[in-house]
């Protein structure tokens, strides 16, 4: 599972979907597509394992792909949780 923190200037993703086997998992690209997005106003920060942040002062694009992260969350609820901090 995709586990997703949202705070008021980053967003934290830790986890894997695992909907499908590796390069064919539509969840996980979903959600690699909107924090990539964010991180073009930002800045991306990988850390061990499967850990990545991604900080910005943009509160729009910030607001604009949380709510994105949670359409995913909704849809694939079993695989992606999101959870505003």
């Known amino acids: 599972m995709i586990h ?6 980053a967003i934290t993703v830790v ?4 909907y499908d086997e590796y390069g064919k998992d539509i969840v996980c690209a979903g959600v690699s ?3 990539q997005t964010l991180a073009l106003r930002g800045r991306l ?3 061990k394992g ?6 910005s002062d943009d509160k ?4 604009l792909i949380t709510e994105g992260l949670k359409q995913v969350a909704n849809n694939y609820p079993n695989y992606v949780e ?4």
């Open 45 to 47: 920060e990988k850390l």
């Open 82 to 85: 999101v959870i505003d901090v």
């Open 33 to 35: 597509s909107l924090v």
């Open 4 to 9: 997703i923190s949202v705070r008021e200037n």
């Open 60 to 63: 729009q694009a910030l607001k």
């Open 15 to 18: 986890g894997h979907a695992n």
């Open 50 to 55: 499967d850990i990545v942040i991604v900080w």
